[in-house]
């Protein structure tokens, strides 16, 4: 570690530690203490500089050349997107994502794509909300339907040009609590169960691998209270969401398996039931991606909105004395 010189210069202090008296000894050990101490930071101070300067070679990068082509995205994609964010949200031609989005454009800080089952309905509601429409851009995607949702992250990719996906909000539901029998979606599944959740999870999947490069990148699940049991709504009001041994999931969930513990079906258990699927998705995601990649999943309780389309099948009575309560 040190030097001949260094080892030469300490064998002499050494000597007249043995030689000289207790005075010259504290002069002595001072002298050599400091020295020491001066050559070995000098020392450290090197290996920190060659290791610093090793890390920034061994990282280091030639700068990218871009085509022409490339060229020509970029300038196309700061003309469309400015410095605003990209937020992508399901089903926002109401209730709450509605005025989601009303609020964020609000703003002027965020450009958001409105992946929605009825375009002309969006269109509407876009021409009602006096929405800017050079920052909100309406995309058709059915959750009904898988096809439907890859078909909506394609197109979504080709829009994007390049930039990435700064929040992702997994917003669209449907409640069905007064439905006698299951309904079933394009793909064989119970409807509820796909919409709300299953295909919330393939798009996650399409575009976790877009979100990477934002710099605070987010996906947020639109939860509910009744899909906990440590809740008024979802532990005082049956019935109680239970996926029990996912049955349901383990025997694929398609007609006949209706549900996810595998039993019979009911409507208001199923929406708490996908409810809950969606919160713990969060859960899972967020443990397993979140240091990996950066991305934060969390999921919201917004409360019951009685008064949105989402309760169209409560009682009139439910959906104009809940809001008051």
Not at 22 to 27: G, I
Not at 30 to 54: C, G, Y
Request: aromatic share 10%.
């Amino acid at each position: 570690f040190f030097s001949k010189e260094h080892k030469a210069t300490s064998s002499s202090y050494c000597t007249q530690l043995l030689t000289h008296n207790h005075s010259r000894y504290t002069a002595c050990t001072t002298h050599l203490h400091f020295t020491m101490i001066r050559k070995s930071i000098a020392l450290l101070a090197l290996v920190v500089a060659s290791a610093d300067a090793f890390k920034f070679m061994s990282n280091w990068q030639p700068p990218k050349i871009l085509t022409d082509e490339q060229k020509v995205k970029m300038a196309d994609m700061e003309e469309r997107f400015g410095d605003k964010k990209l937020v992508v949200i399901t089903g926002c031609s109401s209730g709450l994502g509605r005025q989601t989005v009303k609020n964020l454009l609000a703003t002027n800080k965020y450009h958001v794509v409105g992946a929605v089952r009825d375009v002309e309905k969006m269109e509407a509601v876009a021409e009602i909300e006096e929405f800017d429409m050079d920052n909100f851009q309406i995309m058709e995607c059915e959750l009904n339907s898988f096809e439907s949702v890859e078909k909506f992250c394609n197109e979504l990719e080709e829009y994007q040009l390049g930039k990435p996906i700064d929040r992702l909000l997994c917003n669209a539901g449907v409640y069905q609590p007064s439905l006698p029998y299951a309904k079933w979606s394009v793909d064989g599944h119970e409807q509820t169960m796909q919409i709300n959740f299953l295909s919330h999870f393939l798009m996650v999947s399409k575009l976790i691998d877009r979100m990477r490069d934002a710099p605070d990148p987010r996906v947020v699940m639109v939860g509910s209270v009744t899909g906990n049991d440590n809740t008024v709504g979802g532990g005082g009001v049956y019935p109680i969401a239970d996926l029990k041994n996912l049955d349901g999931f383990k025997a694929g969930f398609n007609n006949p398996v209706a549900m996810a513990d595998g039993y019979g079906f009911i409507g208001a258990k199923a929406y708490k039931d996908s409810k809950l699927s969606l919160m713990m998705m969060s859960n899972f995601l967020h443990a397993k991606y979140n240091k990996n990649t950066g991305i934060a999943f969390s999921s919201i309780y917004p409360g019951c909105i009685a008064e949105t389309p989402l309760f169209r099948e409560k009682r009139a009575w439910f959906r104009k004395y809940f809001p008051i309560l």
